[in-house]
């Protein structure tokens, strides 16, 4: 992440893979309604997305203060972006009763597992039936080896913190599964990237 000349934090992977994610989500997302995003970082891609689906509302929200601020610098000429809220994915206080779809960005792979456990379940409380989850970032396929940009990639994440790493798809689903979210539609995106797409069916499963 790079600063800019004012509080806004610049990430040039947003600034590339925003248009990408952004064709993907126009299949999934409703037509209105809250998309509450976790982990907005910079803020790029709310402003990019707000800017894209207008008659969609827009949550960013960081557990770092100085990317919320970073958040408001730049969404602040939207009037479809609420201010960044507070959330510890990994945390079950969220300021937030329900949404209508819940998008999260580059954060397993850089958090601790209890992250992801905290972002699944959190979901699963928010999310009406048949809201959408979607998940985007780097991931582990069961039976296939990892493309060498992201083996690399993974040795620097363990390297920098023992409990970060890329996430095996199969056990993020477990997790979802569990919580109450249907099978995971998965779909292959630039750079060895994945968007992994749930959506609630309701109640857990006995
Ligand atoms: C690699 S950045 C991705 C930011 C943004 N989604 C993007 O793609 O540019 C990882 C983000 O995860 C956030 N993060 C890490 N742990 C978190 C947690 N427990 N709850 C919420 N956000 C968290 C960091 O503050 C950071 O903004």
Redesign the pocket.
């Known amino acids: 992440m790079r600063m800019t000349g004012d509080t806004r934090l610049f990430?040039p992977?947003?600034e590339r893979?925003a248009a990408s994610i952004l064709h993907v989500l126009r299949t999934y997302l409703p037509p209105a309604g809250l998309v509450l995003?976790?982990?907005?970082?910079?803020g790029?891609?709310a402003a990019y997305f707000a800017a894209a689906l207008p008659a969609l509302q827009f949550q960013p929200?960081?557990?770092?203060a100085q990317?919320r601020a970073s958040i408001a610098a730049w969404t602040a000429e939207f009037g479809n972006v609420r201010p960044a809220i507070m959330?510890?994915?990994?945390t079950p206080d969220w300021p937030l009763q329900r949404a209508d779809a819940v998008l999260?960005?580059?954060?397993s792979h850089?958090?601790p597992w209890a992250?992801t456990q905290?972002l699944i379940a959190g979901a699963a409380r928010l999310l009406p039936p048949h809201g959408l989850l979607a998940l985007y970032g780097p991931y582990r396929q069961a039976g296939k080896d990892l493309e060498p940009s992201n083996e690399v990639f993974d040795a620097d994440l363990r390297r920098r913190h023992p409990a970060w790493g890329l996430r095996e798809t199969g056990a993020v689903t477990d997790l979802a599964q569990k919580a109450g979210f249907g099978a995971p539609e998965i779909v292959s995106m630039p750079a060895n990237n994945l968007m992994i797409l749930y959506r609630a069916i309701g109640s857990p499963p006995a």
Do not use: K, T
């Open positions: 990430s992977a947003a893979n995003e976790i982990a907005s970082g910079s790029q891609h929200s960081d557990i770092e990317n959330l510890d994915a990994s999260c960005i580059n954060m850089i958090s992250a905290g």
